[in-house]
């Protein structure tokens, strides 16, 4: 929680200073097309932003302030949620760009996920947001848009990478700072019966004996050879700067592990090609919403206020392809 707090109070500092900032007008006509969402559909993500963060850490989270008391958290996250209604606004624009519409299925899906949310709003979720179904099918229809077009600009990135770029592989370890005794170890593990674990209890200079590496890791930048071995093997002695150490393959392919891994380096590799694709879309579009309703949305308001099944229902109908 500590934690979360600092990093809170560096990001309002920076929030701070582009607040101060005037907004961009909409000065060409591709621009000029951009269209604005209004505040009841900019406050159907701020209530579920407001909704997600109360439920982790309660409403008293939004009467703290930065390190220097000119900003609370509950102005920085409607600047956030700000940022985010201005980059769908952006993401629109490139749909139409790229030619990407909406299929008739889809249309029909969109339709049914904002039916069911609208259907979930109580009462005071209506009062506070503000909303009717026709609003809720348009952030629905806009988001799926934005979504659509990230999937574009992220479409080369491969969906399969081979298990030699994702392997997990689970080692026992000794290390050493005198290579004659490396050697003399290694001897010693190949007899018959030996132990591996009890001579890296015994002999290793740290007194952790196994690790987890990851293709693509620091120790599997430094040790790619370890990915070559098989359930058993025994390394040769491998010097790294000044040290010595002798690795033993407990399991050269973890299961689950690894398929964590394949998502992690596919999420990677599709943020890159999306944040490289989008980056000329961004620069040509620099939308800023003008509204001034963003100033009059309070976080502290809407107490009873308690809808969080945006992403819920969406991927519901949308599933997602990388979790």
Request: net charge negative; glycine share 4%.
């Amino acid at each position: 929680m500590k934690q979360i707090f600092k990093n809170f109070i560096i990001l309002c500092l920076v929030a701070a200073i582009l607040v101060s900032c005037k907004g961009i007008e909409f000065e060409n006509q591709k621009i000029a097309k951009a269209e604005e969402f209004t505040k009841s559909q900019s406050m159907i993500f701020v209530a579920e932003e407001k909704n997600r963060y109360e439920n982790k850490f309660g409403p008293a989270l939004w009467n703290l302030k930065s390190g220097d008391g000119s900003l609370y958290f509950k102005d920085y996250m409607v600047y956030i949620t700000k940022s985010f209604v201005e980059k769908i606004m952006v993401l629109k624009l490139t749909a139409n760009d790229l030619n990407i519409i909406i299929s008739g299925a889809d249309s029909e899906k969109l339709k049914n996920a904002s039916e069911e949310y609208f259907n979930l709003l109580t009462f005071d979720d209506k009062d506070y947001i503000g909303c009717s179904e026709e609003d809720v099918l348009k952030v629905f229809t806009d988001y799926h848009t934005a979504r659509l077009v990230v999937d574009n600009l992220s479409k080369k990135a491969s969906t399969e990478l081979s298990i030699s770029e994702a392997k997990v592989i689970k080692v026992q370890y000794i290390i050493f700072d005198d290579e004659e005794i490396a050697k003399k170890t290694a001897e010693d593990v190949l007899n018959k019966g030996a132990n591996f674990a009890y001579f890296a209890k015994t002999r290793s200079k740290e007194t952790e004996i196994e690790m987890i590496i990851k293709r693509g890791d620091e120790m599997s930048v430094r040790f790619p050879e370890l990915f070559y071995l098989s359930d058993g093997q025994i390394s040769n002695v491998i010097q790294f700067k000044n040290k010595y150490y002798l690795f033993k393959c407990i399991d050269d392919y973890l299961v689950d592990e690894t398929e964590d891994r394949r998502l992690e380096v596919l999420r990677s590799m599709k943020n890159t090609e999306f944040n490289e694709n989008f980056a000329k879309y961004a620069e040509e579009y620099k939308i800023k919403s003008n509204s001034t309703y963003w100033r009059e949305i309070d976080l502290q308001k809407g107490e009873k206020c308690t809808i969080d099944k945006f992403d819920t229902i969406y991927y519901k109908y949308f599933p997602k392809t990388i979790k």
